[in-house]
């Protein structure tokens, strides 16, 4: 079977210039800095407060080598789109970038001019690949000399069925062992008031004792089913005991430090997630 004729370079027209532009001053925008930015305001939230618009630019900017590869993508792309020689090229440069970015923006609640503006680059991008579409197409999947025989069948489901089963596991029974005491814990023995506890869900066993000005401490952590409570030094693994104590009703506890009569009391503030 004889491959499809190649398709003769086209010279760029309106769709490929307005992409290009697109492409181009948001590249630039993350070079000079003019996206990625949060206000501090939005800074000192709890992350469990923060909207998916300022956590999505804060994450985007935490690193300047991925804002910069990004950008230097989208530069690079729109400059080869409004080459007649390269304009493919460009397009599926940019494809896995637009792509992303429209998901990001509708995913994650990013404002209307911006999926606007995505969408736009998206159609130029798409409109650039059109015209070669069957020959990608025929280059992606040979319509002959390959087949999927019973073995390769077979494989693939193992693979699939293997990784859900591991993956579940992982999930449900290695990072997640969850207790009744899940959450955050404010210590109202603190004279501070702002030490907290985090008996964790998403972390089998650990414990974070949180005490302003210092390291956060992680332990390992039991509770039985009479409520008592052990809290070991070393997550995760069970080494010299620290603490015991009581989980006494829904939202108190009671520790004692191993060896004194030092004892912190804990009411619940939030459930796991909160």
Same mark, same amino acid.
């Given at each position: 079977m004889s491959s499809p004729a190649a398709t003769p370079p086209r010279t760029p027209g309106l769709l490929q210039w307005v992409g290009a532009v697109i492409a181009i001053t948001y590249g630039f925008a993350k070079l000079n800095g003019s996206q990625f930015t949060v206000l501090d305001s939005e800074l000192a939230r709890p992350?469990?407060? /923060?909207?998916?618009?300022?956590?999505? $630019?804060? $994450? &985007?900017? $935490? +690193?300047? @080598?991925?804002?910069? &590869? %990004? @950008? @230097? *993508?989208?530069?690079?792309?729109?400059v080869l789109l409004v080459l007649p020689r390269f304009s493919l090229a460009g397009a599926l440069l940019l494809l896995p970038v637009v792509v992303n970015i429209l998901f990001i923006d509708f995913a994650y609640g990013i404002d *209307?001019?911006? &999926?606007?503006?995505?969408? =736009?680059?998206? &159609?130029? /991008?798409?409109? *650039?690949i059109a015209p070669h579409a069957r020959r990608l197409l025929d280059t992606v999947v040979p319509t002959s000399g390959m087949r999927t025989g019973v073995g390769r069948g077979a494989a693939i489901a193992a693979v699939l069925v293997g990784a859900w089963a591991l993956t579940w596991w992982i999930a449900n029974r290695n990072n997640r062992m969850p207790?009744? %005491?899940?959450?955050?814990? @404010? =210590?109202? +023995?603190? +004279?501070?008031?702002?030490?907290? =506890?985090?008996?964790?869900?998403?972390?089998?066993?650990? =414990?974070?004792?949180r005490n302003p000005g210092v390291p956060d401490a992680r332990h390992d952590f039991e509770l039985d089913s009479?409520?008592?409570?052990r809290i070991w030094q070393t997550w995760p693994k069970r080494d010299t005991l620290i603490m015991q104590g009581l989980h006494t009703g829904e939202d108190a506890i009671i520790l004692v430090r191993e060896g004194t009569t030092d004892t912190l009391a804990l009411i619940r503030l939030a459930p796991p997630g909160r």
């Amino acid at each position: 079977m004889s491959s499809p004729a190649a398709t003769p370079p086209r010279t760029p027209g309106l769709l490929q210039w307005v992409g290009a532009v697109i492409a181009i001053t948001y590249g630039f925008a993350k070079l000079n800095g003019s996206q990625f930015t949060v206000l501090d305001s939005e800074l000192a939230r709890p992350m469990g407060d /923060v909207q998916g618009f300022w956590l999505t $630019w804060y $994450w &985007l900017g $935490w +690193s300047a @080598a991925y804002g910069g &590869l %990004i @950008a @230097a *993508t989208q530069v690079l792309g729109g400059v080869l789109l409004v080459l007649p020689r390269f304009s493919l090229a460009g397009a599926l440069l940019l494809l896995p970038v637009v792509v992303n970015i429209l998901f990001i923006d509708f995913a994650y609640g990013i404002d *209307t001019g911006g &999926l606007f503006a995505a969408g =736009v680059f998206a &159609l130029c /991008v798409l409109a *650039t690949i059109a015209p070669h579409a069957r020959r990608l197409l025929d280059t992606v999947v040979p319509t002959s000399g390959m087949r999927t025989g019973v073995g390769r069948g077979a494989a693939i489901a193992a693979v699939l069925v293997g990784a859900w089963a591991l993956t579940w596991w992982i999930a449900n029974r290695n990072n997640r062992m969850p207790t009744p %005491i899940d959450g955050t814990w @404010a =210590v109202t +023995s603190d +004279s501070t008031g702002d030490a907290r =506890v985090f008996f964790e869900r998403n972390r089998a066993r650990m =414990v974070v004792f949180r005490n302003p000005g210092v390291p956060d401490a992680r332990h390992d952590f039991e509770l039985d089913s009479t409520g008592t409570i052990r809290i070991w030094q070393t997550w995760p693994k069970r080494d010299t005991l620290i603490m015991q104590g009581l989980h006494t009703g829904e939202d108190a506890i009671i520790l004692v430090r191993e060896g004194t009569t030092d004892t912190l009391a804990l009411i619940r503030l939030a459930p796991p997630g909160r």
